[in-house]
C-alpha cells in the first residue's frame, strides 16, 4: 500500500520556468516531510524539509508547501535550470520514511 | 567529512546464492537504514539500525536481514537470491531515528545487485 504517491512519472519545463513537483499523502500521522533529487547512478541528496506545523519552507529556489487539510505536497524550483534535471523524491516521515515513486524532471535549455 | 560508502557498487550474483552488501555511515551517525528502489516502485525501506538495535523492518521476506556493529557500520544480507531481487539497494544515515521529527537521512550511492 503506497502512503506517499508521486502520480506524475514524469515533467518537462522550460528553463527559467517555474517547475511544480506534486506528492499525495494518505496516513495523518506523517509529521515531517522531505524532497530528494537524484541524478542517475548516485544516491539520493537532500533538498528541502518542511514540519507539518508549517505550511511553507522556503530555501533559495527551492519552496515546499504543505496543504494538510488536503494532504498534499508540492515543490516549486524557480526558475527552472537544466542542472536541476533529476528524479525527485518525496517522503514523508513516522515511524520510518516513506517515498514516493519519483517523477522525473526534464529543464529543457 | 566523507559521506555515506556503500560497497561494493556492483554486484552479479546467481539465483540461490547469498550476498552482503555493506554500509558504513557518516562519522557520528547512529542511525543506518537500508531501501530497496527497483523501477516503478520508488524506494521501498528494509529495515533501521540505531545503536546495533533494529528499530523497524519492512515489509520484506525474512530472506533478508541485517546487522549493525558498535561501530555504527552495517551490513545486508540476502539469502537464497531470486531474480527479482535486482534491484538497488541504498544506505541512509542519520545523526538520529528516522522517527525523530525533523531527522534527515543521507544517502550512499548504492549497491547495483543484479541476479542472473
Known amino acids: 500500500d503506497q502512503q506517499v504517491k508521486q502520480n506524475s512519472p514524469s515533467l518537462s519545463v522550460q528553463e527559467g520556468r517555474i517547475s511544480i513537483l506534486n506528492c499525495d499523502y494518505t496516513?495523518?500521522?506523517?509529521?515531517?516531510f522531505l524532497w530528494y533529487k537524484k541524478y542517475p547512478a548516485e544516491g539520493p541528496t537532500f533538498l528541502i524539509s518542511i514540519s507539518s506545523i508549517k505550511d511553507k519552507n522556503e530555501d533559495g529556489r527551492f519552496t515546499v508547501f504543505l496543504n494538510k487539510s488536503a494532504k498534499h505536497l508540492s515543490l516549486h524550483i524557480v526558475p527552472s535550470q537544466p542542472g536541476d534535471s533529476a528524479v525527485y523524491f518525496c517522503a514523508a516521515s513516522a515511524i520510518q520514511f516513506y517515498f514516493g515513486t519519483g517523477t522525473s524532471l526534464t529543464v529543457i535549455p | 567529512k566523507a559521506g555515506v560508502t556503500q560497497t561494493p557498487r556492483y554486484l552479479i550474483k546467481t539465483r540461490g546464492q547469498q550476498v552482503t552488501l555493506s554500509c558504513s555511515p557518516i562519522s557520528g551517525h547512529r542511525s543506518v537504514s537500508w531501501y530497496q528502489q527497483t523501477p516503478g516502485q520508488g524506494l521501498q525501506f528494509l529495515f533501521e539500525?540505531?545503536?546495533?538495535?533494529?528499530?523497524n523492518k519492512g515489509n520484506f521476506p525474512g530472506r533478508f536481514s541485517g546487522r549493525q556493529f558498535s561501530n555504527s557500520r552495517s551490513e545486508m544480507n540476502v539469502s537464497t537470491l531470486e531474480l527479482g531481487d535486482s534491484a538497488l539497494y541504498l544506505c541512509?544515515?542519520?545523526?538520529?531515528?528516522?522517527?525523530?521529527?525533523?531527522?534527515?537521512?543521507?544517502f550512499g550511492q548504492g549497491t547495483r545487485l543484479t541476479v542472473v
Open positions: 496516513n495523518s500521522m506523517f509529521d515531517y
Open positions: 539500525y540505531f545503536s546495533e538495535t533494529q528499530r
Open positions: 541512509a544515515s542519520s545523526l538520529s531515528p528516522t522517527s525523530s521529527r525533523g531527522t534527515e537521512a543521507f
